[in-house]
């Protein structure tokens, strides 16, 4: 690739803004971290509602546009064939989608609810429980996926369709940028979703990297410490540089296809070896309690109580998705060329879902029967230490504790190698000035970004603060990305009818 094909303007403003953001996180921890405090109250106060609506539209214009004509279009020319197999294609999506950040959510979210139920209900009581073991599938379920798959199908249709040589966030409003994809209108769009996409991988390593540094303390003995967690971001960056080294098929597919191996295998294990029948009851009865209050769940603003369960929860969990959604957009697209409308609408809904129950179903609902039966305070540890010292402990309860702790860690350190070795992909992608499809990003911009995207999630951690700071970033990235999700979705629309 030459050096004429990187769009320096996009390339260096983006680079700038992340040195600018880093630096005050750095040198005024205490400062950063107060004044993120009263800008996540502002935003989730004035704009929560909006990120409610946003999801109930999100999924209905996509099972419409799965269950209509539109759904049979191809992706591709109409003789192509998926470039991926499905389990490949399912594997590199979910783990792009999810990170690690979904093994310290399943195993630790539920403790939250316990707690603090939603609904007014009586904390710690059976129907505190029954909320708890829900919950977790509710904010990692349908609606998530769905705002994967809007900017998804919205990106892939014009990129293969219409045989653009650019992939960018703004291919999604093409549109209304046809000649004008290297414009400044188009530009802005694609630094909006740079910026949400550092924010975003800054994040998920922020919740995973102590979660793996506690891993490899117990295992080797070790004081969890600021250098052991700094040494766990270098693996990580070190694991994905050398996967975008390796290239799409090579690194990301290979990382992708073991790790869903190693997963759904230690799932397995603690499925036959835990509490069985108490895991296969509790998450049917989830499932149910799920689907009988899908739309209550959806809709709730909380008016009354104000217990602040909506703004922790509900809408930091669509915040996180949309800030990460054009990312998974972009990558998904590379990875879907030869299907169709309805298979990756279907294929990222429903697998992307189940995929995520699962580590709920398994992991979530073994911590909660460690704590409704005695075995572990796990909830009390979490209180006294942190939810990464309760992972760990939950994890001991098992047979063969150093061997799953080990797998575990490396499962761990294996997604967040996959999800920001795909994010260093896409935003090289975004930061090259024509992409044709097949084509891959420069080896060294996909490097300069692996590495650029550790100098967050170093900052945050050094604030030493809980977890505001993160919530803030992903609430003020996702409010613009919000924007351009109404304008992709009428681009793609009318797109879709003067085409077909």
Same mark, same amino acid.
């Given at each position: 690739?030459?050096?004429?094909?990187?769009?320096?303007?996009?390339?260096?403003?983006?680079?700038?803004?992340?040195?600018?953001?880093?630096?005050?996180?750095?040198?005024?921890?205490?400062?950063?971290?107060?004044?993120l405090?009263s800008?996540?109250?502002?935003? !989730?106060?004035?704009? =929560? &509602?909006?990120? @409610?609506?946003?999801?109930?539209?999100?999924? *209905?214009?996509?099972?419409? $546009?799965?269950?209509?004509?539109?759904?049979?279009?191809?992706?591709?020319?109409?003789?192509?064939?998926p470039e991926?197999?499905?389990?490949?294609?399912?594997?590199?999506?979910?783990?792009?989608?999810?990170?690690?950040?979904?093994?310290?959510?399943?195993?630790?979210?539920?403790?939250?609810?316990?707690?603090?139920?939603?609904?007014?209900?009586?904390?710690r009581?059976?129907?505190?429980?029954e909320?708890?073991?829900?919950y977790?599938?509710?904010?990692?379920?349908?609606?998530a996926?769905?705002?994967y798959?809007?900017?998804?199908?919205?990106?892939?249709?014009?990129?293969?369709?219409?045989?653009?040589?650019?992939?960018?966030?703004?291919?999604?409003?093409?549109?209304?940028?046809?000649?004008?994809?290297?414009? !400044?209108?188009?530009? =802005? &769009?694609?630094? @909006?979703?740079?910026?949400?996409?550092?924010? *975003?991988?800054?994040s998920? $390593?922020?919740?995973?990297?102590?979660?793996?540094?506690?891993?490899?303390?117990?295992?080797?003995?070790?004081?969890?410490?600021?250098?052991?967690?700094?040494?766990?971001?270098?693996?990580?960056?070190?694991?994905?540089?050398?996967?975008?080294?390796?290239?799409?098929?090579?690194?990301?597919?290979?990382?992708?296809?073991?790790?869903?191996?190693?997963?759904?295998?230690?799932?397995?294990?603690?499925?036959?070896?835990?509490?069985?029948?108490?895991?296969?009851?509790?998450?049917?009865?989830?499932?149910g309690?799920?689907?009988?209050?899908?739309?209550?769940?959806?809709?709730?603003?909380?008016?009354?109580?104000?217990?602040?369960?909506?703004e922790?929860?509900?809408?930091?969990?669509?915040?996180?998705?949309?800030?990460?959604?054009?990312?998974v957009?972009?990558?998904?697209t590379?990875?879907?060329?030869?299907?169709?409308?309805?298979?990756?609408?279907?294929?990222?809904?429903?697998?992307?879902?189940?995929?995520?129950?699962?580590?709920?179903?398994?992991?979530?609902?073994?911590?909660?029967?460690?704590?409704?039966?005695?075995?572990?305070?796990?909830?009390?540890?979490?209180?006294?230490?942190?939810g990464?010292?309760?992972?760990?402990?939950?994890?001991?309860q098992l047979?063969?504790?150093?061997?799953?702790?080990?797998?575990?860690?490396?499962?761990?350190?294996?997604?967040?190698?996959?999800?920001?070795?795909?994010?260093?992909?896409?935003?090289?992608?975004?930061?090259?000035?024509?992409l044709?499809?097949?084509?891959?990003?420069?080896?060294?911009?996909?490097?300069?970004?692996?590495?650029?995207?550790?100098?967050?999630?170093?900052?945050?951690?050094?604030?030493?603060?809980?977890?505001?700071?993160?919530?803030?970033?992903l609430?003020?990235?996702?409010?613009?990305?919000?924007?351009?999700?109404?304008?992709?979705?009428?681009a793609?629309?009318?797109?879709?009818?003067?085409?077909?």
């Amino acid at each position: 690739m030459e050096q004429s094909r990187i769009d320096w303007p996009s390339f260096g403003l983006c680079a700038l803004i992340l040195v600018a953001v880093s630096i005050p996180l750095f040198a005024y921890p205490d400062a950063s971290n107060n004044a993120l405090e009263s800008l996540y109250g502002f935003i !989730a106060r004035q704009f =929560g &509602i909006v990120y @409610l609506l946003a999801s109930v539209v999100v999924i *209905g214009f996509l099972v419409w $546009l799965a269950a209509g004509r539109y759904g049979a279009v191809k992706l591709g020319e109409a003789d192509e064939t998926p470039e991926f197999a499905t389990i490949s294609w399912v594997g590199m999506l979910f783990c792009a989608g999810v990170g690690a950040g979904l093994l310290y959510w399943c195993a630790t979210e539920w403790a939250f609810y316990y707690d603090a139920p939603p609904f007014g209900a009586e904390p710690r009581s059976v129907e505190a429980t029954e909320w708890a073991s829900t919950y977790g599938l509710f904010h990692w379920g349908f609606t998530a996926w769905a705002f994967y798959c809007l900017p998804t199908v919205a990106i892939a249709y014009p990129y293969y369709r219409k045989k653009l040589d650019v992939l960018r966030f703004s291919v999604s409003c093409h549109w209304f940028l046809q000649g004008r994809e290297h414009g !400044a209108v188009a530009r =802005g &769009i694609d630094f @909006l979703f740079m910026i949400a996409l550092l924010g *975003g991988a800054a994040s998920s $390593l922020g919740f995973s990297t102590p979660m793996i540094a506690a891993c490899i303390a117990w295992l080797f003995k070790l004081e969890p410490t600021d250098t052991l967690e700094i040494a766990v971001i270098a693996l990580c960056i070190f694991l994905f540089g050398l996967s975008v080294w390796l290239g799409l098929k090579k690194g990301i597919k290979r990382l992708s296809d073991i790790n869903v191996a190693l997963a759904f295998g230690l799932l397995l294990f603690i499925l036959l070896v835990g509490p069985t029948a108490f895991l296969l009851k509790t998450s049917v009865n989830s499932l149910g309690v799920l689907a009988q209050n899908f739309v209550r769940m959806n809709f709730w603003t909380d008016p009354f109580t104000t217990s602040g369960f909506v703004e922790s929860w509900t809408i930091f969990y669509w915040a996180w998705w949309i800030a990460f959604a054009p990312y998974v957009g972009l990558f998904v697209t590379r990875i879907s060329r030869g299907r169709t409308i309805r298979q990756v609408i279907a294929g990222m809904l429903i697998w992307g879902s189940l995929g995520s129950w699962l580590f709920y179903m398994i992991m979530g609902n073994f911590a909660l029967f460690l704590e409704l039966t005695g075995a572990l305070d796990f909830t009390g540890i979490m209180r006294a230490e942190s939810g990464n010292a309760a992972i760990v402990a939950m994890l001991e309860q098992l047979p063969l504790a150093a061997l799953v702790i080990a797998v575990f860690s490396l499962i761990s350190i294996i997604f967040s190698a996959t999800t920001y070795d795909s994010a260093s992909y896409t935003l090289a992608s975004s930061a090259t000035l024509h992409l044709k499809a097949g084509d891959d990003p420069a080896r060294w911009h996909r490097l300069f970004w692996a590495f650029a995207l550790g100098l967050m999630p170093v900052a945050l951690m050094l604030m030493n603060s809980n977890l505001r700071p993160i919530q803030v970033i992903l609430l003020v990235v996702s409010l613009p990305i919000l924007v351009v999700g109404v304008v992709m979705s009428v681009a793609l629309l009318k797109s879709l009818r003067a085409d077909q």
